[in-house]
């Protein structure tokens, strides 16, 4: 009983790491869409206009 624990939890460990992985490379896709997409709008998209535009509205929820 206690190897098939053993391997159960190898195997998670295996497939934790692999998310972590895609969910890391997911981000950094989504930031660089960021990016490009700020600088294709002149900064008036992404995440600096969005921070700007709620700090002069006086917004205080998170989108």
């Not at 159960?8 to 497939?15: D, E, N």
């Not at 890391?24 to 869409?33: E, K, P, Q, T, V």
Request: aromatic fraction near 4%.
């Amino acid at each position: 009983m206690g190897m098939f624990r053993a391997i159960g939890a190898g195997l998670m460990a295996v497939v934790n790491g692999i998310a972590s992985i895609l969910t890391g490379i997911i981000g950094a896709i989504a930031s660089f869409f960021d990016i490009l997409i700020s600088c294709l709008t002149c900064g008036r998209g992404g995440s600096r206009g969005h921070g700007s535009t709620r700090r002069r509205s006086g917004r205080t929820s998170v989108v």
